[in-house]
């Protein structure tokens, strides 16, 4: 069974940091087609940072410079490293994968993220 489960998701005052990982199980892991995104209630999901098919990293211009995704084969997971937090980056936030991304050989392809966590709240106060 594809799984992933999120855990790091706390409350922060502003300008605080929070880590969430990410561990996968029930599929074969790669640093290509993973995800974070986030969503608060009332507004469309949001696309927060991909590790995409190529390689290639992408951030929303909201976070950028402040958010970092990183990942670790050996422990089956994936990071999200908040820094800098704002009142407005208050939201649960998800982590996703594309179980196929390892075979697309680090080409770009279109990631389908059909496999996501729980969700985890973070809430940064002013």
């Known amino acids: 069974q594809k799984k992933l489960v999120e855990s790091g998701g706390g409350s922060v005052q502003s300008g605080g940091s929070l880590r969430l990982s990410c561990k996968a199980s029930?599929?074969?892991?790669?640093?290509?087609?993973l995800g974070w995104f986030r969503q608060v209630p009332g507004k469309e999901r949001e696309e927060v940072a991909t590790?995409?098919?190529?390689?290639?990293?992408t951030y929303a211009p909201s976070v950028k410079g402040r958010f970092t995704v990183s990942h670790d084969n050996d422990k089956l997971g994936f990071f999200l490293q908040m820094d800098n937090l704002r009142p407005e980056d208050t939201a649960v936030y998800f982590c996703?994968?594309?179980?196929?991304?390892?075979?697309?050989?680090?080409?770009?392809?279109?990631?389908?993220?059909?496999?996501w966590g729980h969700g985890t709240q973070v809430t940064v106060s002013s």
């Open positions: 996703a994968a594309d179980p196929a991304g390892w075979t697309y050989g680090g080409a770009y392809h279109e990631c389908k993220y059909d496999t």
């Open positions: 590790m995409n098919a190529d390689g290639t990293t």
């Open positions: 029930g599929f074969i892991f790669s640093k290509y087609c």
